[in-house]
């Protein structure tokens, strides 16, 4: 058995309500062993009376989920197109002001596991000459891959607000911070109370709208 978070967009203010589930866990990195783990997570969130429910990884059964995966998400950067996975660790600042801005253009695998980064201290992000602090932990992800997603993927985001809960099995909230089924669970609620194009106009807006220091002092964030 294992104990994983589930992303819910609320549709209001509060934007994402975050619960923990057991669930039978199969072990093993086989896609096969993913794909048990996936199903037997959703059953348990059926019980719980949610019906419109997403993988968003390159572990889901749907092509949505599979597509809206960091992996396979593109982003805009110097007049190319790079992964959002790329963009996030490329855009990692460390103790000395050190960046390895080459990470950019790596393909996502290598660029999450390009062992420079490991075992680092963050001390901040950079990224198209915007900085973006460690507080809120998880601003800067949330705020590259919102905008990704509204701003490339127009009829993506048309088919991701039919959703209402949110999963990435490979998400261990023991080992990471940032999660891709979390993200969405913000965006769609964005979507739906009609501040998503202007929560993603600034980094001003996006902390002042996500992250109101009410919501931060609960620990949902």
């Known amino acids: 058995m294992a104990i994983r978070p589930i992303f819910i967009a609320t549709k209001d203010e509060k934007l994402v309500e975050i619960k923990d589930i057991e669930f039978k866990f199969y072990t093993g990195f086989a896609p096969i062993q993913k794909a048990k783990s996936r199903d ?3 059953n348990e969130v059926k019980k719980l009376g949610f019906k419109n429910i997403l993988e968003v990884s390159t572990n889901s059964d749907n092509e949505l989920g599979w597509k809206l995966s960091a992996f396979n998400l593109m982003v805009d950067f110097e007049n190319k197109k790079i992964p959002l996975e790329s963009a996030f660790q490329g855009s990692k600042v460390f103790e000395g002001n050190i960046q390895y801005e080459d990470i950019y253009f790596k393909d996502a695998i290598k660029a999450k596991k390009d062992e420079r980064i490991k075992n680092k201290k963050i001390i ?3 990224f198209n000459g915007i900085e973006w602090e460690n ?10 891959y919102i905008s990704t997603v509204y701003k490339n993927y127009p009829e993506l985001l048309e088919e991701l607000a039919k959703y209402e809960v949110f999963t990435d099995i490979a998400f261990n909230p023991k080992k990471s911070i940032n999660c891709q089924a979390k993200s969405c669970a913000i965006l769609v609620s964005l979507y739906h109370i009609g501040k998503l194009k202007d929560a993603i106009s600034s980094k001003e807006k996006f902390l002042e709208i996500v992250y109101p220091k009410k919501v931060i002092q ?3 964030f």
């Open 124 to 126: 901040k992000f950079r």
């Open 40 to 42: 037997s997570l959703h």
């Open 135 to 144: 507080e809120p932990k998880t601003a800067f992800y949330d705020y590259l």
């Open 218 to 220: 609960k620990g949902l």
